[in-house]
């Protein structure tokens, strides 16, 4: 397995071409970016909290430590292909659901950046589930 030891961070300047920031098109790109993953992220949180029975449920697994079947929160990973499965078209399952088809709403959209974008959305829908059973407010945003 890799692991990563070192992230490199560039800055990035978006002040004025003249003050030697991005350039107009790279900024404009960017800014298309930010709303197209923004958009991306927006629909699998609502598709999770349309589900969100779906981040609790419990599936059996064998437990190596006690030698017996256990059961345990479905995984990220599970979550993660199940949602492909409901909202991404491909040969094996052409017809996602039809109010959740992501390829509709995103054409063209990279695959790996969807499915950061499907952990993401699993992670902040849990967390908001968590934080609304210790109390907290259900318009708080989760975005």
Not at 11 to 18: E, N, V
Not at 32 to 57: G, M, N, P
Not at 58 to 83: C, G, N, Y
């Amino acid at each position: 397995m890799v692991q990563v030891i070192r992230t490199t961070k560039l800055p990035l300047d978006f002040s004025k071409r003249i003050q030697g920031g991005a350039n107009t098109r790279k900024r404009g790109y960017l800014e298309a970016t930010i709303q197209a993953l923004d958009a991306a992220r927006a629909f699998y949180v609502a598709f999770f909290l349309a589900d969100s029975d779906k981040l609790t449920e419990r599936v059996p697994h064998f437990s190596e430590h006690h030698q017996e079947m256990r059961e345990r929160l479905i995984s990220a990973d599970k979550l993660l292909t199940w949602a492909e499965f409901q909202t991404v078209g491909t040969r094996e399952h052409p017809d996602p659901l039809p109010d959740w088809n992501f390829n509709r709403a995103f054409p063209d959209f990279p695959s790996r950046y969807r499915r950061a974008i499907i952990k993401d959305a699993i992670g902040k829908v849990k967390c908001a589930r968590s934080s609304q059973e210790e109390g907290a407010s259900p318009g708080d945003s989760i975005l």
